[in-house]
Nanobody, 124 residues
Framework: QVQLVESGGGLVQAGGSLRLSCAASGRAFSILAMAWFRQAPGKEREFVAAKSRFAGVTRYGDSVKGRATISRDNAKNTLLLEINSLKPEDTAVYYC?????????????????WGQGTQVTVSS
């Protein structure tokens, strides 16, 4: 099993930036592609960004493209997400996820392990 714990959420003003962290533990060899998703009230879970463990493949969702940077420290099994120029529509619970494949995917159903999520609220 893999355990994921997110941190770094909170209340941020529009135009500001945030940095989220995800710490993974457990069966480290199973932690390959890692991703961030988010879910706003009444909406489906949305792909934000993902990064593979090997080859450094990175992918971003359209809603954050150009504003977000995903990075990871494979030695420490941590995943980071930085988003700049925050908008009220970035308000959501942000989830860290990982899968036992190095292929980056945008569908949440393809990720086997999930964190509990961290709330991000962007005020206007």
């Amino acid at each position: 099993q893999v355990q994921l714990v997110e941190s770094g959420g909170g209340l941020v003003q529009a135009g500001g930036s945030l940095r989220l962290s995800c710490a993974a533990s457990g069966r480290a060899f199973s932690i390959l592609a890692m991703a961030w998703f988010r879910q706003a009230p009444g909406k489906e879970r949305e792909f934000v960004a993902a990064k593979s463990r090997f080859a450094g493949v990175t992918r971003y969702g359209d809603s954050v493209k150009g504003r977000a940077t995903i990075s990871r420290d494979n030695a420490k099994n941590t995943l980071l997400l930085e988003i700049n120029s925050l908008k009220p529509e970035d308000t959501a619970v942000y989830y860290c996820a990982t899968r036992t494949s190095n292929t980056v995917e945008v569908s949440p159903s393809l990720y086997e392990f999930w964190g509990q999520g961290t709330q991000v609220t962007v005020s206007s």
